[in-house]
């Protein structure tokens, strides 16, 4: 390298530290748009053909399906989406769906298939909203916004305890999962109030270390865990302590395969994996499916390592190459919807998931 061209033209400490934190700022704010409803919808061009979609994917959600609840946990009136269970014998299955950080209960009810395929087989989802559209996931940072101090752990739990009383759900059947935030909080609650689930997912997140060490619910869940190789805001190989993104300090967080492992261990899975490659473009663009079997009742626990993708949920494209620039790719191998309710599924009967 020739220093006496190239050092003229790297700027001065400060400098280069206001540059990331402008990129991770538009990052962040990039990543609002794409989860956000209305006119970025069409900067974005969310699904509208199968041409985009995977491979005999459902159509995604319509929040007009849903009906709004209010509920009072602690003195504050929260809302949720539900979609009740029609034809139903005997007490529902219960999904409870997590929107993502700057996001709401419609936008994540619009982002995936679980909604059309709840009503294709007989079981309640619930899409509760966070304040402020964040989640207290137990962080104490996010990116994009205030970290919440909510009492989400409670919330979450009354909710579920009045979708059983009210609308015979199945408290031995339910079931959590969400992008990002939504993930990150689907795995404080399992850690604190583990026992009401049956099995859960995270998808696009990743598990704190400080979380790791503070897990108290040790009742053993079926897992999976969704993430993109090139995710630049939950990083597939982790962080480490003392990284600062958007002007905060972020926790340190555990990489895409040990958050994975953390549960499937908790599940008491055999160590020993299957793995199978599910579509793809080429060497790089492709989905790799790791299976953990021998987990406690039966069941398996299962990773999906989407080889290329950044911060995105598995199922549809991002067309425009601004926002594929800061957040990564899409992909299409396969539908978010479909993957997780089919292993949701699977833990009921104690099978395998196809």
């Known amino acids: 390298m020739d220093h006496k061209v190239s050092r003229p033209q790297t700027p001065p400490p400060s400098t280069a530290r206001k540059s990331r934190g402008l990129l991770t700022t538009f990052a962040v704010f990039a990543l609002g748009l794409m989860l956000a409803d209305g006119a970025s919808a069409r900067l974005f061009e969310r699904r509208n053909n199968t041409a985009d979609a995977a491979p005999g994917a459902p ?12 509920i009072n946990v602690g003195g504050t009136q929260r809302t949720y989406l539900i979609q009740t269970a029609s034809g139903s014998n005997g007490p529902a299955p219960i999904v409870v769906m997590l929107h993502g950080g700057t996001q709401t209960p419609e936008d994540v009810w619009k982002e995936t298939s ?3 395929i709840a009503q294709q087989n007989g079981f309640i989802v619930v899409a509760p909203a966070g304040l402020n559209k964040h989640w207290n996931d137990g962080r104490g940072s996010v990116l994009g916004g205030k970290a919440s101090t909510a009492d989400d752990v409670g919330f979450l739990r009354a909710v579920i305890q009045q979708v059983v009383q009210q609308d015979h759900g199945n408290p ?11 993930g990150a909080m689907t795995q404080h609650f399992a850690c604190q109030s583990g026992d009401v689930l049956h099995a859960a ?13 503070d897990c108290k619910s040790s009742k053993p869940l079926p897992w999976m865990s969704i993430n993109g190789t090139s995710d630049p805001l939950f990083p597939f190989l982790g ?18 395969e ?5 549960w499937a261990n908790r599940a008491h899975c055999s160590n020993q994996t299957t793995d199978q490659r599910i579509g793809g473009s080429d060497s790089q663009h492709f989905t790799e499916r790791r299976v953990r079997s021998g987990c406690a009742g039966g069941t398996q626990s299962i990773e999906y390592i989407v080889h290329g993708a950044g911060h995105t949920m598995p199922g549809r494209p991002i067309k425009s190459l601004l926002i594929r620039h800061y957040i990564g790719d899409g992909s299409t191998d396969v539908d978010t919807g479909t993957v997780v309710w089919d292993f949701f599924r699977s833990t009921m009967n104690g099978g395998a998931s196809q």
């Open 59 to 70: 159509a995604y959600g319509d929040p007009s399906s849903a009906q709004t609840r209010t």
């Open 114 to 116: 679980m909604p059309t």
């Open 172 to 182: 031995n059947a339910v079931f959590m999962f969400g992008p990002s935030n939504g």
């Open 239 to 256: 962080q480490g302590s003392g990284v600062v993104k958007n002007g905060e300090q972020q926790p340190a967080l555990l990489s895409a």
């Open 258 to 262: 040990q958050t994975f492992s953390f």
């Open 201 to 213: 997912a995270n998808l696009i997140s990743n598990l704190p270390v400080d979380e790791q060490g």
